[in-house]
């Protein structure tokens, strides 16, 4: 099972840190993403990290002003979220999956754990 917790209100520029934490499987193995969804938008794809933890993705949209880490001792990944931007308001899930090739990485259907998500709202 996958919990994602820290999301809030934050105002334009601020910083803010999800974090989604495992309980049971083998979540140190697994490939572990964040994705988002806007209201009335199609979920997109915002960061991942690779079981070796040093591998990662960002898309671009959030590149420069997001890190995603993990600490698999404590079978948890975050994400910190810097110079947020309204833009950046949405409902956060994360999600793990194993053997995800590099090249799919950005789509959600490699993904077989989800969590229930974490609204992040950024006021102007």
């Known amino acids: 099972q996958l919990q994602a917790f820290g999301g809030g209100l934050v105002q334009t520029g601020g910083s803010l840190r999800v974090s989604c934490a495992a309980s049971?499987?083998?979540?140190?193995?697994?490939?572990v993403g964040w994705f988002r969804q806007a209201p009335g938008k199609e979920r997109e794809f915002v960061a991942a990290?690779?079981?070796?933890?040093?591998?990662?993705v960002y898309a671009d949209s959030v590149k420069g002003r997001f890190t995603i880490s993990r600490d698999s001792a404590k079978s948890t990944v975050y994400l910190q979220m810097r110079s947020l931007n309204p833009e950046d308001t949405a409902v956060y899930y994360c999600?793990?999956?194993?053997?995800?090739?590099?090249?799919?990485?950005?789509?959600?259907?490699?993904?077989?754990?989800w969590g229930q998500g974490t609204q992040v709202t950024v006021s102007s």
């Open positions: 990290v690779r079981r070796d933890g040093s591998t990662k």
């Open positions: 999600a793990a999956g194993g053997s995800i090739i590099y090249s799919n990485i950005p789509s959600a259907s490699g993904y077989h754990y």
């Open positions: 049971g499987g083998t979540f140190s193995t697994y490939t």
